[in-house]
């Protein structure tokens, strides 16, 4: 793929670890084009991971650069949360340490932040998503909620439980989260490739079957 300024880019697989880089501050969301500013200076066709969710840069300017959201990242993702700070991560580099767990920034569904309990010093946060998902998010597994790497303490039916200690919550914008909150999930990678492989076949119907023996 090309840029507006002629550099090309591609769309290969990246890999995050789910640790938060900085807070980057989002200027601008219109149509395709989100517009940060930040520390970090990436290069176009670099994949950061905004919120979680991998995207490509396709602007570098000064104290900021651009990503562009597809159609189907925007009818998958939280976008109204692109606004104010965001969470961001570049993708990792060869020889890279390797923290928090496998995340490719592929955001699966949205859930929903349904309850919060203090306990002890930490804090309890129930998500809620669709009930599908929640086979692929194990007990004492990882998922990564708008980006962060984290472990999953309890699931239920169509939910799962978080414990997010102090450290989490000055790292990271969940401090600011609050009941009603959608946020981006990213289940575990190994839970899906797993489903996936497991999943049961789909049966032939008579009609596709006698497709198959007109063929011979």
Known sequence: MM???GEIYTNEAKMFTGLIREFATIKSFSGEKLTL???YKPKIGDSIAINGACLTVTEV???GFSV???HESQKILATENLRG???MEPAMQMGDRFEGHIVQGHIDCVGEITRIDRSSKAYDYYIKVPEKYIRLIPPKGSVAVDGISLTVNETFDD???LTIIPHTLQTTLFGDYKVGRRVNIETDVLARYMAHIFAPKKSLTWDEVEKIQAMY
């Open 85 to 87: 700070r965001a969470h």
């Open 37 to 39: 500013k930040s520390s």
């Open 61 to 63: 300017a000064w104290g």
């Open 159 to 161: 939910s799962f439980r």
């Open 3 to 5: 840029s507006a300024q």
């Open 68 to 70: 562009e959201l597809s």
